[in-house]
């Protein structure tokens, strides 16, 4: 068996080295080294260790080990040996554009119920709500994903429950008239549907929301529904939390950016590293991913600029003078104001109370009181 897996490499062109190094590694088979490697993605890695076994090609770079013919034929055999086609490495820089999936035409409301029917029966404690079950729009894009494997982050305006759906509808319905053809279109759940409201900052909506692209993922294959609703419970503990003076707590537009961001870290590790939906929603909770993202605010204090303390005139309060004591009556002048007539009295002074008691003062003359005789 050893010498025909010998010979079946030799004659795709690899050299004595290499597959001396495949041999030593343990692939004693055919079906070993096809069914060791899931994708490319993993294969590419293995190449990269590989070089490492290999005595002549220690010393290249890992790019110039990976574009060299041995890895070429590598590949070809690998490919040749698994009997499939090579997928396309997945870029983790590129994602997809949100609204540029296609939406399989197949999947439809029978198609969702039966999806509610498995969904019910892996997660009985689930309680499903018309304000948390997906509508039909949103169902097929996250189903586009899970089958094709591209994984992109959604805006919360398009993330519709059955509720949020029924409310939109019905507001077109009062405003326009819509022909059939726009009728039968969203009763087959073919055009995308958006929130055409205030989306709202409360935590609640916003865990309504989440809650609702967590359902839509566990009933799509795409991910455990406890992964998906741990990671909203911790995401909705952070929004909400409660900061001293001169702070604030992001505002609904930061949280969003927040949740795309820690969502397109979780996607970057599927497509890059390889990894499950579930393990990569477990290592950014785990690591808390959002405490750099969904962190406190300075709370901004408004102050005037610079050029327009000159311009504001501040306006003091009139201060009344101290009216003077007259024997007169207040009269009234031909302009109606009240003025005051007669001679001014002269204000009493003081006696010495030192001079009046003992008939004596230590000022003398200099005292500031009277000295009555």
Not at 23 to 31: D, I, T, V
Not at 32 to 48: G, K
Not at 109 to 119: G, H, S
């Amino acid at each position: 068996m050893a010498c025909e897996w010998s010979k079946a490499m030799g004659e795709e062109g690899l050299c004595e080295e290499v597959i001396e190094a495949i041999l030593k590694m343990g692939f004693k088979r055919k079906a070993s080294f096809a069914h060791a490697f899931v994708d490319s993605n993993v294969f590419e890695d293995w190449l990269t260790r590989f070089k490492l076994k290999l005595v002549s090609f220690k010393d290249l770079d890992d790019a110039e080990w990976l574009t060299s013919p041995t890895c070429g034929d590598l590949r070809a055999f690998w490919k040749k040996s698994s009997g499939e086609e090579l997928p396309a490495p997945a870029s983790a820089k590129h994602l997809p554009l949100l609204g540029s999936l296609s939406l399989p035409a197949k999947f439809g409301a029978a198609d969702r119920e039966a999806l509610l029917k498995v969904f019910e029966s892996n997660y009985p404690g689930a309680a499903l709500t018309p304000e948390t079950t997906p509508c039909l729009p949103y169902l097929q894009t996250i189903q586009s994903q899970c089958q094709q494997k591209s994984w992109a982050w959604v805006a919360w305006r398009r993330i519709l429950s059955e509720a949020a759906l029924w409310d939109v509808q019905s507001r077109k319905a009062g405003t326009k008239k819509r022909d059939l053809t726009e009728v039968l279109a969203e009763a087959a759940g073919l055009c995308g549907e958006e929130w055409d409201l205030d989306m709202g900052g409360s935590p609640h909506r916003i865990f309504q929301i989440l809650c609702t692209r967590a359902h839509a993922y566990a009933l799509c294959g795409g991910g455990h529904l406890q992964n998906w609703l741990t990671y909203t419970h911790k995401f909705i503990s952070h929004y909400s939390r409660k900061y001293g003076a001169g702070w604030r707590a992001p505002n609904p537009t930061e949280a969003e950016d927040a949740d795309r961001e820690v969502l397109t870290e979780v996607f970057k590790q599927v497509l890059r590293d390889g990894v499950s939906l579930d393990t990569a929603l477990d290592c950014v909770v785990r690591e808390d991913f959002f405490r750099h993202y969904l962190g406190p605010r300075p709370r901004l204090v408004q102050k005037a600029l610079p050029g327009l303390e000159e311009d504001v005139v501040v306006k003091k309060p009139k201060r009344r003078l101290p009216q003077p004591l007259t024997d007169g009556k207040k009269q009234r002048d031909n302009q109606g104001k009240g003025k005051l007539t007669g001679e001014p009295k002269q204000r009493a002074q003081s006696q010495c109370f030192a001079f009046k008691k003992t008939g004596k003062c230590a000022f003398g003359a200099d005292c500031k009181f009277q000295h009555a005789e």
